[in-house]
């Protein structure tokens, strides 16, 4: 019977290989990189599917190799939204998150937001239930959707949700900027010529969520990041923070990545171990009942930290103590 009931459930939510893959243009390591990502997600959300049985689901999420598991259990944390907004007195969610889900924390928030934007909800109203601070990430999530399954509309045309609120379209732009990534295949002259048809004023949060994705979904060589560097200059506080938040995430969830180290290294100035104390550092006193986003707090703060150069140690100790 439940067997049954998921196999409904795939063929009436799920995505298809073909719509998963769509945009993918190339056979290259990159391509063939971010694909992978991207099934890795839709394996976990279809698992999901099929099965929301924690003894059952998780078993299947922890089968993916490590380096690719967190996109897994962002896939499976937008399966179980969904089934949320379904059957709103289940509240998967919540015991995924305090439960198998709590290592990928960061992962989930994400997965959270995309199924918002699949399933065309408000997702203000719904992220009250979650984390005080990481909550926005379902933002983040939402923008990436809408920019992977929607890309005419919100990257070449570059519509605005008027629906979301002034902070959540910053956010919802760092999940932009994320699909941008995966559009161009990692093409960093591709990406920075995308992201200078868009506002100024949206730029910064553009560059924050290419940060985030080279540093987690990774695509790119050392040469490549160099190119970063230069063509993202004004914005490497931006490109550095969205780094370090991924160093925590991985460290949290025990799966390191010499793709990550890499980025750390070359956005951070620091390696990834340092970049995750970093982020540390920003959470302490934070405050999470004020008028500003406590997640909008932690990321000025993160800023702040990668203005300072590199090579100011004693400024960089000072911060970290």
């Known amino acids: 019977m439940t067997f049954s009931l998921g196999k409904f459930r795939k063929s009436l939510l799920g995505v298809s290989h073909k719509e998963a893959t769509s945009f ?12 992978k990502s991207v099934l890795s997600a839709i394996e976990g959300y279809h698992a999901t599917l099929e099965s929301s049985r924690f003894e059952v689901l998780v078993p299947r999420l922890n089968a993916i190799e490590p380096e690719f598991r967190g996109f897994a259990y962002e896939g499976a944390a937008m399966g179980l939204t969904g089934l949320d907004c379904v059957a709103p007195w289940k509240n998967r969610l919540k015991a995924f998150i305090d439960g198998p889900g709590s290592a990928h924390i960061y992962m989930v928030h994400i997965g959270a937001g995309e199924a918002l934007a699949r399933l065309r909800r408000k997702p203000e109203p719904f992220i009250t239930r979650l984390d005080p601070v990481l909550r926005w990430l379902a933002l983040d999530g939402y923008g990436f959707h ?27 732009d760092q999940g932009l900027g994320r699909s941008i990534w995966f ?29 985030v994705v080279c540093t987690y979904a990774g695509g790119a060589s050392r040469a490549d990041m160099e190119t970063l560097l230069t063509v993202a200059a004004p914005y490497r506080p931006q490109l550095a923070l969205g780094a370090a938040v991924v160093s925590k995430g991985r460290q949290r969830a025990g799966n390191p990545a010499p793709h990550s180290d890499l980025a750390c290294e070359m956005l951070c100035g620091t390696s990834s171990d340092t970049a995750a104390h970093l982020v540390d550092v920003a959470f302490q006193d934070l405050p999470t009942n004020g008028s500003k986003p406590a997640f909008e707090i932690l990321q ?3 800023a702040v930290q990668f203005a300072i150069p590199a090579e100011s140690v004693s400024q960089r100790k000072e911060i970290m103590k």
């Open 24 to 35: 993918s243009k190339g056979d290259t390591w990159a391509w063939q990189r971010l694909e």
């Open 146 to 172: 809408e920019g992977f399954f929607s890309r005419r509309r919100y990257v070449e045309e570059q519509a605005i949700p008027k629906h979301l609120s002034p902070y959540a379209r910053r956010i919802f």
């Open 183 to 211: 559009a161009s295949g990692a093409n960093v002259d591709q990406v920075a010529a995308t992201i200078a048809t868009f506002a100024n004023s949206r730029r910064a949060d553009l560059w924050s969520g290419v940060g």
């Open 300 to 302: 000025q703060r993160l």
